[in-house]
């Protein structure tokens, strides 16, 4: 009996350990088309303000808020139909088009329940909105919110960005991935 349980017992934590993990994404898009960046379309000179809207016991908001600011620098310095120009920066007159992105969630979700099971998820709830400055028009706009995990998975605060970014690329240029 003992030695049954003692070659049982490791297959046991290395298929709990592997996890069983899916994707669950939540999209609507409320105005216009994704992507954004299709044809002959010019964003020109594009400005980009990030607001946050956290659950009130989000936990580190100012390094969730840092690493989506680097996801967010990244995709639009990248963005081959306009001319990025910050992060923060007001839409002033020389803006062409304003950018608002409000995240919700930005993290791992960690859920214990009974019997024994446990998952971390990724967590993601973002809206993005596209004005153009030069007719005062919304062209843009969405919200999804995006988990990837599932029962005995781990998603590490790492695996939080890449989600972001995926997010943010499929409603801009299209998604990378086949």
Known sequence: MMTRLGCTLPLMIGAALAGCASI???E???TGRAPV???????????ITLVTDWRSDQKAP??????????IDKVFRSLPCGDYMG???PAGPEADTFVEITLREFGPEFIISAPVLWSMNTDVDATIRIVDMRTNVET????????NGGAFSVRPLSAVPAAFESMLNTWLIGPLDP
Not at 140 to 147: G, L, N, P, T
Request: hydrophobic share 30%.
């Open 140 to 147: 843009f706009a969405a919200s999804q919110r995006h988990k």
């Open 87 to 89: 992060l923060h920066n």
């Open 37 to 47: 960046c299709t044809g002959s379309i010019d964003l020109g000179t594009i400005y």
């Open 28 to 30: 609507q898009i409320l």
């Open 24 to 26: 669950d994404k939540d």
């Open 62 to 71: 100012q390094k969730r808020k840092q690493m989506a600011e680097e996801v």
